[in-house]
């Protein structure tokens, strides 16, 4: 029986979809994580990078899309890769991606 589990675990992992950021590639693993939106991911390094951008401008630049997580017609955040998305959601992120190191730590 434990054969036919290893053998099912095996043929599963040749098919289950590869977890990668939408805006640079990089693949789920233990140091990366990702949030998940409709069709696409982003990861923590994509995420922290457009916060540090979304504070440095001011205003956001460039013509209003949907954004790829809320699908909302905003102005995507400056530069924030090859996904468009919204400064909301960016922040909306990056509280997730700070709930999740605060759960993370031990308990004192």
Do not use: N
């Not at 693993?29 to 504070?55: H, K, N, Q």
């Amino acid at each position: 029986m434990g054969h036919l589990l290893d053998v099912a675990r095996r043929v599963a992992a040749r098919f289950t979809p590869l977890l990668q950021c939408g805006a640079c590639g990089r693949a789920k693993g233990d140091a990366v994580r990702l949030i998940a939106g409709p069709g696409t991911y982003l990861c923590e390094v994509c995420i922290r990078a457009a916060m540090a951008r979304l504070a440095e401008s001011v205003t956001s630049a460039g013509a209003p899309a949907p954004c790829r997580f809320c699908g909302h017609l905003r102005p995507p955040v400056p530069d924030a890769a090859t996904v468009d998305v919204c400064a909301p959601c960016i922040r909306l992120m990056d509280t997730i991606l700070a709930e999740d190191d605060q759960r993370r730590q031990p308990a004192t």
